[in-house]
């Protein structure tokens, strides 16, 4: 079965702290991908990153990172200096063989000024 | 368009009604995708388009629940005799396939339509 795990369903923390959002997930696929996902109070999400299943290479995007990690099923985000524009939903998701998408079910940042 | 656009952006039924939440996806993207986001939770995956067809229904949770795609564009969704448990976001996304079927398409989401059963 393919599932991914949030287990923090909320964070708050003061402005430009850093702060990691656990992700979770399991598959038997040998290829997949995985992805994380903001959404705003607007509620419209916005795609952040995509990787590859074989592709472990950390990445960081300006103030963002994120580390893969096979071993352990992980797929972590962390916002370095966050900013009260950081504040959001953050689904973290796993594309399995075919199309669909499967979400976690977020987790909830407070960035507080 | 520039982006996937869902309308309406909130629907407020009453219970028993049909209702039809349309998607219009990005221009040129040839996959198009439902999900049901019910409060505080993370995304049901519903329905799949590639072009008109629909090779996962998988998700639609019952029969009242359809969906239909013109050729590569509008998609709607269909609700008959809503229920207060389809109370939710419903949010379209729409991607581009490239040739490479294992190459996997970064999904755009709309703002979604809320829709409101009472």
């Known amino acids: 079965a393919q599932k991914v795990t949030q287990a923090q369903t909320e964070i708050s923390v003061v402005e430009k702290e850093d702060v990691t959002l656990d992700c979770v997930y399991e598959?038997?696929?040998?290829?997949?991908?995985l992805f994380w996902y903001k959404q705003p109070p607007s509620g419209e999400l916005v795609f952040l990153i995509r990787?590859?299943?074989?592709?472990?290479q950390n990445e960081i995007s300006g103030r963002y990172s994120w580390n893969f990690q096979k071993s352990t099923s992980s797929f972590n985000f962390t916002i370095t200096a966050s900013q009260v524009v950081d504040s959001a939903v953050y689904f973290c998701?796993?594309?399995?063989?075919?199309?669909?998408?499967?979400f976690g079910k977020g987790t909830r940042l407070h960035i507080l000024p | 368009g520039a982006g996937v656009s869902q309308s309406p952006s909130n629907k407020v039924t009453e219970k028993g009604k049909d209702v039809e939440l349309r998607c219009d996806p990005i221009?040129?993207?040839?996959?198009l995708y439902w999900y049901r986001q019910r409060l505080g939770q993370g995304l049901e995956f519903l329905i799949y388009?590639?072009?008109?067809?629909?090779?996962?229904k998988s998700g639609l949770p019952s029969d009242r629940f359809s969906a239909e795609r013109t050729g590569e564009s509008v998609s709607t969704l269909t609700i008959q005799r809503t229920q207060q448990e389809d109370s939710a976001v419903y949010l379209c996304?729409?991607?581009?396939?490239?040739?490479?079927?294992?190459?996997?398409?970064?999904?755009?989401f709309g703002a979604g339509t809320r829709l409101s059963v009472l």
């Open positions: 996304a729409s991607s581009f396939r490239p040739r490479d079927p294992e190459a996997k398409n970064i999904q755009y």
């Open positions: 598959t038997r696929d040998t290829t997949y991908y």
């Open positions: 990787r590859n299943s074989f592709d472990e």
């Open positions: 998701a796993l594309g399995p063989g075919d199309d669909k998408i499967i």
């Open positions: 221009s040129g993207h040839t996959a």
């Open positions: 388009f590639q072009g008109n067809s629909a090779p996962d």
